[in-house]
T-cell receptor, first 118, second 109 residues
């Protein structure tokens, strides 16, 4: 199993450009997540999905869009890139979500995409 | 809004010394998870605590979940250079999932 893969690894965008960050998991996980991590900070949840066709907003969704047409893929779309979106973006997946009572599944993270907006 | 704070933000220790990071949430968490992130890497799950007052151990690491389920701690005994990295607590509230601010550990050989 490759686990969670993300492309690209690095990207530089100009202000106002758009791009899609790709995320794929081969573990047949139901839940997928997008986080951003600013330098020296913790991770913030952007969007998550509980299954194909179902997505929901996280703590910081503004400026981003997502879709989940298959179990495996969860792309993150940036429209009109801004310098404030300079960050490292992590995709993660888990079999069930962290909101269940009792023990829940761990989240497995991809290697991240380092995005700079100039 | 919801906040999950960790102290200290940075910690430098001599190899062999102990290390503790504290995690405090502004709201009750249904469970608490701990992750480790090596420099330049991605977060890796360490452990999950679910019950109020729960204590779990993994070799030299001891994790505690507070009675009110709003705070947690991670203690490392006799640090090694392989312990270097940033340690994050994380947990769900409502339909959101929050990571703490992290504690960056440097171990001096």
């Amino acid at each position: 199993n490759a686990g969670v893969t993300q492309t690209p690894k690095f990207r530089i965008l100009k202000i106002g450009q758009s791009m899609t960050l790709q995320c794929t998991q081969d573990m047949n996980h139901n839940y997928m997540y997008w986080y951003r991590q600013d330098p020296g900070m913790g991770l913030k949840l952007i969007y998550y999905s509980v299954g194909a066709g179902i997505t929901d907003k996280g703590e910081v969704p503004n400026g981003y869009n997502v879709s989940r047409s298959t179990t495996e893929d969860f792309p993150l779309r940036l429209e009109l890139a801004a310098p404030s979106q300079t960050s490292v973006y992590f995709c993660a997946s888990s079999y069930n979500g962290p909101w269940l009572a009792g023990e829940t599944d761990t989240q497995y993270f991809g290697p991240g995409t380092r995005l700079t907006v100039l | 809004g919801q906040q999950v704070m960790q102290i200290p933000q940075y910690q430098h220790v001599q190899e062999g010394e102990d290390f503790t990071t504290y995690c405090n949430s502004s709201t009750t968490l249904s469970n608490i998870q701990w992750y480790k992130q090596r420099p330049g890497g991605h977060p890796v799950f360490l452990i999950q605590l679910v019950k109020s007052g729960e204590v779990k151990k993994q070799k030299r690491l001891t994790f505690q979940f507070g009675e009110a389920k709003k705070n947690s701690s991670l203690h490392i005994t006799a640090t090694q250079t392989t312990d270097v990295g940033t340690y994050f607590c994380a947990g769900p509230t409502g339909n959101q999932f929050y990571f703490g601010t992290g504690t960056s550990l440097t171990v001096i050989p």
